[in-house]
């Protein structure tokens, strides 16, 4: 390894802690905090992966979709029996739930809705980069985003040097790189030249080969990044397959095998992350909730509100974070949806300014045109 | 003149080619036709498709959905059966081997380069089961013939195509003052017209309004699939009238009257003969095929060809072609992975597309590995062509396609697969040494670098050399 300068004080100031000379508070703030966002690609249905208990209305209109066996997170609300590690993490106050919220989007395309869950942005593909990079951007946190996924999530543009890591289906050999680098001269190649340095450098644990659909080796891979003091400070996963029009479910539907595949994911930065869990938040993103009540096949149509769900020693506290609407007709949007009374947008803004030890009203307007968004920081985060 | 030139307008030399004393001609002359199909196994149309489309979609909402309602289990393996039958998993890669097959031994090669790029400023990107179904015959049957037209005839062709009419949610789009708009309580989908705006024709600099969106989007009211019970959306395009706003529009300063189905031809007229739209769309030319920030001095020519020849494709694809053979030896543009991967498989002779008959699908089971392999290739190299993440298609820029990730993909292709899909008869030393010959300059100091495997000819060995050949910089870049 490299003893750059930079490896070198962290080494250094993480020896005077241990040797007890170096006061708590300052260690704290020197820690990287790590961001972790799951996309949920297809809709997420909020009402079943945090339902609310006892509500004849959903029961009545969601007949064959009722959970059984629902963990218990407080009186009003329960968590569906596949996300497990959630309700693990709930009892040690490191997972917590935003529910009735969405971002500002009511038109049910997943396409428009996908891509502004990303932008962050009112009009679909009107902007160009990610919420994700432009905060990385505003906050000078340049070359520090892991994608775990082929192509650049659009998420993450707008900010250089974003590494990505989805292990091609054979072990490639990167000596083949080192015959070839010395031909990359002149300026017109540097682009592909530091791109090579970036491959040069990854460890050998990143040199795998594996079926990129083994999410357990990504996710692994990720974590063991983003543990790294001088590793990723973001990192983005891409789920898709929450669009149940049918067959969706209770316990064991449809909509339960991608709650599982989310469970999976977290379980293994859990238990992968060791110490720097503490110093990580974990969201999830999607881009609208489905209707209350299910359709002809058991399955539910787009919708409105959603969940967040949240995990990390980064969170204040576990709760349930909500202005909750109600589910009667007049309390539906548009008679139909769960309502969204919180801009996720608000959540993300906030989770980014802890993160990257930013003012979030300076977030606000860098990152979405200062747009209102409440401040949630204080009840959501440990800041 | 370089050899580059070849691969810069083309994908490089096939063994049995030789360089053009006159490469300028040479390019020039591919222009005024349109190029036959070769593919010689199935060709579906587009109608054809669209009603495999139909079959699919309905199959599986109309009848599996609720015939499994309570099994999911079951519900997945009727739906596979359904994709086996529809076809749902194999017209894609079929279109992948016309495609790839054109793009290798097209006489007119130039011509399927702009092709490419027409399909992709056009662009219909992953939504529904559009990939599966629908952009390959969109692009052969709407880009295509109409490349010998004008620019204003091809927006014509593109707005009013099923393909892109479901693409961008215009059947979705009801004028509020409309018959249909009034009944339902329904009112506009913007997203179409955004995009012709944005996308296909004057792009931001023209500085249109939110207000200039709503009124072209009121103009485009009513062009929609005809829904049927059957076909679903799968339905001919029509003008509905009982959809379409009423009275006068205004788009970017010019009054509209009211005119039903022929508003439309207006505004795409003066949207496509507009300044800004003529300078955007000949800045993409010359970016795709010049460099990723061309100079108003590449630019001009250009422009000054789509004026003469009122917006003929015809003038303005050799005006571009003429600058980036005046600019070759002075500029660099980076090739995205298809377009490398076809001009691998041009100047190796390499054994892709799969031949038709291998490629001949019975409907009764899954295809086959080998039926999936190129389709599987340009997914695994990042570049799966119709399914581009956004309705800008994909990017034309190098910064977009140099990811750790993404690179070593290439190293993946060349040094791994690609071993596979060498001739038998092409697997020596010599072989390898005559394509560098046929198509580099610096055949020498490549050859060179690979020298110490001249003996081999086992897939190790030959991914030794590809692997290193295939990712120099002049081979990724021009």
């Known amino acids: 390894m490299n003893c750059t300068r930079r490896n070198f004080l962290i080494g250094g100031s993480t020896t005077l802690f241990l040797s007890g000379y170096f006061p708590k508070i300052s260690f704290a703030a020197m820690q990287k905090k790590n961001l972790i966002i799951i996309s949920l690609r297809g809709g997420m249905d909020g009402l079943t992966a945090v339902p609310v208990i006892g509500d004849k209305r959903l029961k009545k209109l969601r007949k064959k979709l009722i959970l059984e066996d629902v963990l218990n997170l407080n009186s009003d609300f329960g968590l569906h029996p596949k996300l497990e590690i959630f309700h693990k993490l709930w009892q040690k106050n490191q997972a917590a739930f935003v529910h009735a919220t969405n971002i500002p989007y009511t038109g049910r395309s997943h396409f428009d809705g996908q891509n502004l869950m990303e932008t962050g942005a009112h009009i679909p593909y009107k902007e160009k980069t990610g919420w994700l990079g432009r905060g990385l951007l505003a906050s000078n946190i340049i070359g520090k985003g892991l994608a775990i996924s082929l192509p650049m999530p659009l998420l993450l543009r707008g900010v250089p040097q974003n590494n990505n890591f989805f292990p091609s289906p054979d072990f490639v050999e990167t000596k083949l790189i080192d015959q070839i680098y010395n031909e990359f001269k002149g300026e017109h190649n540097e682009l592909i030249k530091s791109t090579l340095d970036t491959i040069r450098q990854r460890p050998l644990s990143m040199q795998i080969a594996t079926d990129s659909d083994d999410r357990k080796k990504l996710a692994l891979e990720a974590a063991k990044q983003l543990k790294d003091q001088s590793g990723p400070r973001v990192a983005v996963f891409d789920l898709d397959g929450f669009d149940t029009h049918a067959a969706q479910g209770g316990v064991d539907g449809a909509h339960a095998d991608e709650l599982e595949e989310v469970n999976k994911i977290v379980t293994i930065l859990h238990e992968n992350l060791g110490q720097a869990f503490d110093n990580t938040l974990i969201l999830t993103l999607t881009e609208f909730g489905r209707t209350i009540k299910q359709n002809g096949g058991y399955g539910t149509e787009h919708g409105y509100g959603s969940a967040i769900l949240m995990a990390g020693g980064l969170l204040k506290k576990s709760q349930v974070y909500t202005d909750w609407p109600g589910l009667k007709k007049k309390e539906l949007f548009e008679g139909r949806d769960l309502n969204s009374t919180i801009d996720s947008r608000a959540v993300y803004n906030s989770a980014m300014s802890v993160c990257f030890n930013q003012d979030p009203e300076f977030l606000r307007k860098e990152v979405f045109w200062g747009d209102e968004l409440p401040d949630l920081s204080q009840e959501l985060f440990k800041i | ?478």
């Open chain 2, 1 to 478: 003149m370089s050899l580059n030139f070849y691969r810069r307008v083309a994908f490089g030399l096939s063994p049995n080619e030789k360089p053009d004393k006159d490469p300028l001609n040479w390019a020039i002359n591919q222009l005024d036709t349109i190029p036959d199909l070769l593919w010689p196994g199935t060709i579906p149309t587009e109608k054809d498709l669209r009603k495999k489309y139909g079959e699919w979609v309905y199959g599986d909402r109309e009848v599996l959905r609720k015939k499994f309602k309570n099994d999911k289990h079951a519900y997945r393996k009727a739906k596979d059966e359904l994709r086996i039958k529809t076809g749902e998993r194999y017209f894609e890669l079929n279109e992948h081997a016309i495609r790839h097959f054109q793009t290798k031994y097209s006489k007119q090669p130039v011509f399927e380069r702009f092709w490419l790029f027409w399909g992709n400023h056009f662009a219909i990107s992953e939504k529904d089961f559009l990939a599966e179904f629908s952009t390959g015959p969109y692009q052969r049957e709407i880009i295509r013939p109409n490349m010998v037209k004008t620019f204003e005839e091809m927006v014509q062709s593109v707005t009013t195509s099923w393909c892109m009419i479901h693409h961008l949610d215009n059947s979705e789009s009801f004028g509020p003052n409309s018959k249909k708009g009034m009944e339902w309580g329904e009112t506009i989908n913007e997203n179409h017209a955004r995009e012709l705006l944005e996308l296909h024709t004057v792009s931001p600099n023209a500085v249109y309004t939110q207000e200039d969106v709503i009124q072209l989007a009121y103009i485009m009211t009513g062009w929609a699939h005809k829904w049927d019970r059957k076909n679903l959306e799968t339905g001919d395009i029509w003008f509905d009238q009982e959809m379409h706003q009423k009275g006068d529009k205004v788009v970017l300063g010019v009054k509209y009257k009211n005119d039903a189905k022929r508003e439309l031809a207006k505004v795409i007229h003066d949207l496509a003969t507009h300044p800004i739209c003529i300078k955007f769309v000949s800045t993409k030319l010359c970016r795709h095929f010049i460099t990723d920030e061309p100079t108003d001095e590449m630019i001009n020519p250009v422009i000054a060809a789509w004026n003469k020849s009122n917006g003929s494709l015809i003038e303005i694809h050799k005006a571009v072609i003429t600058q980036a053979y005046k600019y070759n030896e002075i500029t660099h543009k980076f090739h995205p992975p298809e377009i490398w991967l076809m001009q691998l498989s041009r100047m190796f002779d390499l054994n892709i597309p799969l031949s038709f008959e291998k490629m001949n699908y019975t409907f009764k089971s899954k295809p086959n590995n080998r039926q999936r392999q190129l389709s599987w290739i340009l997914r695994e190299i990042g570049h799966s062509p119709y399914r581009a993440k956004q309705p800008n298609g994909w990017s034309d820029l190098e910064v977009d396609w140099v990811s750790p990730e993404l690179l070593l993909r290439r190293f993946w292709f060349a040094s791994i697969e690609l071993p596979m899909l060498v001739k038998s008869g092409n697997r020596s030393h010599g072989f390898i040494l005559s394509c560098l010959k046929n198509n580099f300059e610096d055949h020498k100091n490549m050859a060179s670098l690979i020298d110490n495997f001249r003996f081999g000819t086992s897939d190790y060995d030959l991914g030794q050399k590809y692997g290193v050949i295939c990712n120099l910089p002049g081979v990724l870049k021009i």
